[in-house]
T-cell receptor, first 114, second 114 residues
Framework: GAGVSQSPSNKVTEKGKDVELRCDPI?????LYWYRQSLGQGLEFLIY????????KSGLPSDRFSAERTGGSVSTLTIQRTQQEDSAVYLC????????????FGPGTRLTVL | GENVEQHPSTLSVQEGDSAVIKCTYS??????FPWYKQELGKGPQLIID?????GEKKDQRIAVTLNKTAKHFSLHITETQPEDSAVYFC?????????????FGQGTILTVHP
């Protein structure tokens, strides 16, 4: 079956521009997560959507970052007024339930801010 | 919050040898410990996981051990093969409202030489 998909796979933008990154989770998965992976680093938690509950935004690094999940499926991560330090791979994952367990990752979006 | 430390950062072995990667965690409430393998240009993929009510779990050439008292867990790969070369991440997640939110180690670059 189809896994988690993300688009675009690569995004190059200029400092100060806004960007939107999209995630399509596995159908039927109620939990969706965004992580950020800087070059040679581990994965940093950003935000977690769990069913119809309020999202856990505790990992968002600044108010320039926001995310939404429409209809319990597709999610969009928006970065406003991008900075060079935002350059990283943004990974999305989904899991069957909000009770933990295996998270299935997408291939990521590589964001480069010039 | 949770903090996960992973060692070593790089590991080089000969084909057929064993490889061991170790992680420590800080939050005694953590109860789920997955290990992910990430190949170049791809998202992480779960290879094995263990829950806090189990001390050891094995799946063919891969095993994970958990010591709750010492708050550390380890990945063991036996009879390594060149295709095992990748970056390996450990992670931990706590229960309660943060259930499902993974905290990752910094990763180990494993190289298996033919």
């Amino acid at each position: 079956g189809a896994g988690v998909s993300q688009s675009p796979s690569n995004k190059v933008t200029e400092k100060g521009k806004d960007v939107e990154l999209r995630c399509d989770p596995i159908s039927g998965h109620t939990a969706l997560y965004w992580y950020r992976q800087s070059l040679g680093q581990g994965l940093e938690f950003l935000i977690y959507f769990q069913g119809n509950s309020a999202p856990d935004k505790s990992g968002l690094p600044s108010d320039r970052f926001s995310a939404e999940r429409t209809g319990g499926s597709v999610s969009t991560l928006t970065i406003q007024r991008t900075q060079q330090e935002d350059s990283a791979v943004y990974l999305c994952a989904s899991s069957l339930t909000s009770l933990g367990g295996e998270q299935f990752f997408g291939p990521g979006t590589r964001l480069t801010v010039l | 919050g949770e903090n996960v430390e992973q060692h070593p950062s790089t590991l080089s072995v000969q084909e057929g040898d064993s490889a061991v990667i170790k992680c420590t965690y800080s939050d005694s409430a953590s109860n789920y410990f997955p290990w992910y393998k990430q190949e170049l240009g791809k998202g992480p993929q779960l290879i094995i996981d263990i829950r806090s009510n189990v001390g050891e779990k094995k799946d063919q050439r891969i095993a994970v051990t958990l010591n709750k008292t010492a708050k550390h867990f380890s990945l063991h790969i036996t009879e390594t093969q060149p295709e095992d070369s990748a970056v390996y991440f450990c992670a931990a997640t706590s229960g309660g409202t943060s259930y499902g939110k993974l905290t990752f180690g910094q990763g180990t670059i494993l190289t298996v030489h033919p």
